[in-house]
């Protein structure tokens, strides 16, 4: 049950030596319950909020925000363009404790209207980007996390591998994410300092300005992607000028892949919100996460849902495997078993002089008869060893000679034609999986 406000000003009295209440009302600010809180006036016209945990899981957020609270020095603070909330007291109650800290003016907004328009979402990406130039001294100096980029690959693939084990993650999710791990490059970034639990609940506006950043229980050195996840979900309109004003503000300092990590991130907060569901043991949770989780399968097919991987390059269908294979000289080489559908082995050059419409050169046809002129020859006798081409006999061996070549280039280019149909064949079978 929620404890009274008055209760909790007179808790505020014993949490700060001297202090006078002028007046006190119930403040939640997107707690979603998880502590009881007020909003504290003083008669010297200070605002303080005092809030003390309703769960064990509450409680162990409040102390890691505390110890964060003290690692955020004045020196730090005076780098960063908004505020911080500052610990004025603390109290024990009831087996935990209430913490008092300064009230942080400012209203939360949503994601979608952090990014609704230019002006709020410039103020967004700049106060995400003074976050992470911080130096990160102070970060070992508090004994804080400090976790290295293949830690943070590692990290990812853990908590890919557990979403997997639930049997609810959908195999094309699992196969996209999978392919975001393999990929090297995109984990290549310098660790900054990170809030490492921010989303939009975090950030409080007046107007179109950021005045704060409230919840640092995560703070810790890590990938500055974890903290725009919910920049790169979001649906508004100006979000990319957010994006763009924070690498600006970075000044070379932000890697080229961090979007897609950011993407990656803002995924698998789908999977959290999964295993959440499975080790709470509630169904509602379970079937509200595979309803989200199936919600983005469907932009991944129909591509509303940006690539993770820069590497990743656009599918072929099976009619455009076909049309190359069709368009592929036959005349080559013949390749191994297998590698029929190796990029490398076409000439994407000459796919361009047909799309521009130009004729390529009949092609020589080393199959074909050469015509011979043999009016010189006459009724000139064999050297010895020489086989007569003239004669009845030698006229009939040659011409089933030529007959047996002729079939024998047949027969090479049935095989050629069989070996791209299996190709395509096994195109279709590897686009059917990967639709499964």
């Known amino acids: 049950m929620a404890r009274p406000p008055l209760t909790l000003a007179a808790l505020a009295t014993a949490a700060v030596p ?9 403040h939640t600010r997107k707690s979603h319950g998880a502590f009881d809180a007020v909003l504290v006036r003083t008669t010297d016209d200070r605002m303080l909020v005092l809030r003390v945990p309703r769960s064990q899981a509450a409680e162990s957020e409040q102390s890691a925000d505390l110890v964060a609270l003290r690692a955020l020095t004045p020196g730090i603070r005076s780098r ?11 109290a024990p109650i009831d087996g935990t404790r209430a913490v008092v800290t300064t009230f942080v003016p400012g209203a939360p907004r949503t994601a979608d209207e952090l990014t609704e328009y230019d002006g709020i979402a410039t103020s967004v990406g700049l106060a995400l980007a003074a976050v992470h130039a911080l130096p990160t001294g102070f970060i070992a100096d508090a004994g804080l996390p400090r976790q290295s980029a293949d830690e943070s690959h590692d990290a990812v693939v853990e908590l890919i591998d557990r979403a997997a084990d639930t049997g609810h993650l959908p195999a094309a999710l699992l196969r996209r994410w999978e392919e975001a791990t393999d990929d090297a490059a995109l984990w290549r970034f310098r660790p900054t300092v990170v809030n490492g ?32 996840h919910w920049l790169l979900t979001s649906r508004g309109a100006a979000a990319e000028r957010a994006l763009d004003a924070y690498f600006s503000a970075r000044d070379g300092g932000a890697d080229g892949h961090l979007p897609q990590r950011a993407l990656l991130y803002g995924e698998l907060e789908l999977a959290r919100w999964l295993l959440h569901g499975v080790e709470a043991r509630d169904e509602a949770i379970i079937a509200d996460a595979v309803g989200l989780l199936d919600g983005l399968v469907e932009s991944v097919h129909d591509r509303s849902s940006e690539p993770l991987s820069p590497e990743t390059g656009p599918i072929l269908t099976v009619g455009d495997v076909e049309r190359m294979l069709d368009e592929t000289p036959r005349e080559s080489a013949p390749r191994e078993g297998g590698a029929s559908l190796l990029t490398d082995s076409y000439d994407f050059s000459e796919l361009e002089r047909r799309e521009a419409g130009e004729r390529d050169a009949a092609p020589f046809d080393a199959t074909a008869p050469i015509p011979l002129d043999l009016s010189d020859w006459g009724d000139a006798a064999p050297v010895d060893g020489e086989v007569s081409i003239g004669g ?32 395509a064949t096994d195109a279709q079978a590897r686009r059917n999986a990967a639709s499964s």
């Open 197 to 228: 639990a921010l989303t939009a609940d975090s950030v409080l506006v007046d107007g179109d300005t950021v005045t704060g950043l409230i919840g640092w229980s995560a703070l810790a050195q890590g990938d500055p992607a974890r903290d725009l």
């Open 80 to 90: 960063l363009p908004f505020a911080i909330p500052e610990l004025v007291g603390q």
């Open 392 to 423: 009845d006999g030698e006229g009939d061996a040659g011409g089933s000679a030529n007959d047996d070549a002729g079939d024998g280039a047949d027969q090479r280019r049935a095989a050629g034609e069989a070996s791209g149909a299996d190709a």
């Open 18 to 26: 001297g202090l006078e209440v002028r007046a006190v009302r119930a």
